[in-house]
C-alpha cells in the first residue's frame, strides 16, 4: 500500500533522509520509531505531498506521490504532531468545513468516525481550541477520517498527551485496523511500538531495522542488566568508563547496561565503584534497548 525506495531529502546542508525503503501492507498498523530529528516529519512530508523528494520514488495504492498528488490526496487522512485545526471554529464546523473540502456530507461516513465522534459529540458547539489534549486528538482524528480514508499517516500524534489518552488513542487505531484501514504512525514513544504490526527505526534521516516488535527485542544479543542507585550521574559515568562495560545508558529511574561478551563478574564491578546501590538485576530486552544499542554501536 505505501512503497519508499531510495528516497532522499536534504535541506541545504542537512541530509534528512538518507536513501529510505519502505513498505507498508493494506490493513497494516506500521510505526515509524525514533528519536525528534530523525528525519519522520519529512518522510511524513513527502507521502502527503507537501515535499518533493530529491530523488527516489514513493507510492501511496500504486500512485506515485509526485505524479499523481491529486488522487492520492481522495484517500488519505492526516494528522500532524501539532494541533492544526482552526481554533476558532467549533467542534462541529471543522467537521463539517473539512467534509466540504472533499465535497462529502459528514453523515456519507459518519459510521466510520462514530466510535471516535461520540466521545466529543456532546461538546460539538465548543470552539476546538478551548477542547483538552484528548479531546483535540479526537476531533483531529475524526476531521482526518470524514472523506472515507483508505489509508491514514499520523505524525507523533500522542505527544505532549497524557497517558490515559495515549492509551484511548492506540485502542482507535486498533478499532481503524479492524476495518481495513492502512495507518502509519510515527511516534517518539518505544512503549508505543508494540501495538504495531511492524515498526521501523528510524534515526539520522535512515532506517536501519524493520520487522516484528517481537523479531526485533529477539535481535538483542547480549544480556542486559538494570541497576537502581540514588547517584544515578556518578554511576552512569563509572559505567561508562569501565573497559568491561559495551554500555550503559539512562531508562526511566533505572540504569540499563551490558557487559562486553568476555566479561561476566557483574557483581564485582559493581562494588568497586564505591557507590551505594539499591537494585541490580537481569532484565529481559525492549524495544527501547534495542534501538539504544544500536545507537551505541554507531
Given amino acids: 500500500m505505501i512503497e519508499l525506495r531510495e528516497i532522499r531529502k536534504s535541506f541545504g546542508a542537512v541530509h534528512a533522509l538518507k536513501s529510505v525503503n519502505l513498505s507498508v501492507s493494506k490493513g497494516e498498523l506500521h510505526g515509524l520509531i525514533g528519536p525528534d530529528g530523525s528525519g519522520?516529519?519529512?518522510?511524513?512530508r513527502i507521502l502527503t505531498t507537501l515535499y518533493l523528494p530529491d530523488s527516489g520514488i514513493a507510492t501511496i495504492g500504486g500512485m506515485d506521490v509526485v505524479k499523481s498528488y491529486k488522487k492520492?490526496?481522495?484517500i488519505l487522512g492526516y494528522m500532524p504532531g501539532k494541533f492544526s485545526l482552526y481554533q476558532d471554529l467549533t467542534v462541529e464546523e471543522n467537521l463539517k468545513f473539512f467534509a466540504a473540502v472533499f465535497n462529502v456530507r459528514v453523515k456519507d461516513n459518519y459510521e466510520l468516525i462514530r466510535p471516535i465522534y461520540s466521545q466529543i459529540e456532546p461538546f460539538k458547539k465548543r470552539r476546538a481550541g478551548a477542547l483538552s489534549g484528548g479531546m483535540k486528538q479526537k476531533?483531529?482524528?475524526?476531521?482526518?477520517?470524514?472523506?472515507?480514508?483508505?489509508?491514514?499517516?499520523l505524525?507523533?500524534?500522542t505527544t505532549g498527551v497524557d497517558a490515559i489518552s495515549r492509551r484511548e488513542f492506540w485502542d482507535m487505531l486498533d478499532h481503524l485496523i479492524s476495518l481495513g484501514l492502512t495507518i502509519l504512525v510515527s511516534t517518539p514513544y518505544m512503549d508505543e511500538a508494540a501495538r504495531c504490526h511492524k515498526i521501523s527505526l528510524i534515526h539520522e534521516g535512515d532506517i536501519f531495522k524493520t520487522g516484528s516488535p517481537q523479531m526485533i527485542v529477539q535481535d538483542f544479543d547480549r544480556i542486559l542488566y538494570s541497576l537502581r542507585t540514588s547517584q544515578r550521574l556518578q554511576m552512569l559515568r563509572y559505567l561508562r568508563n569501565r573497559n568491561e562495560v559495551y554500555l550503559a545508558y539512562p531508562s526511566g529511574q533505572s540504569i540499563h547496561f551490558s557487559l562486553h561478551k568476555s566479561q561476566n563478574n557483574i557483581e564485582r564491578i559493581i562494588v568497586s565503584s564505591g557507590i551505594p546501590y539499591a537494585h541490580l538485576h537481569q532484565i529481559s530486552p525492549e524495544i527501547e534497548d534495542f534501538f539504544m544499542e544500536r545507537l551505541g554501536k554507531s
Avoid at 40 to 44: E, N
Avoid at 139 to 153: D, F, G, N, R, Y
Wanted: charged share 25%; glycine share 0%; hydrophobic share 45%.
Fill in 40 to 44: 519522520k516529519t519529512t518522510l511524513f
Fill in 72 to 74: 492520492i490526496r481522495r
Fill in 139 to 153: 476531533l483531529a482524528l475524526s476531521c482526518a477520517l470524514i472523506h472515507k480514508t483508505e489509508v491514514l499517516l
Fill in 155 to 157: 505524525d507523533e500524534p
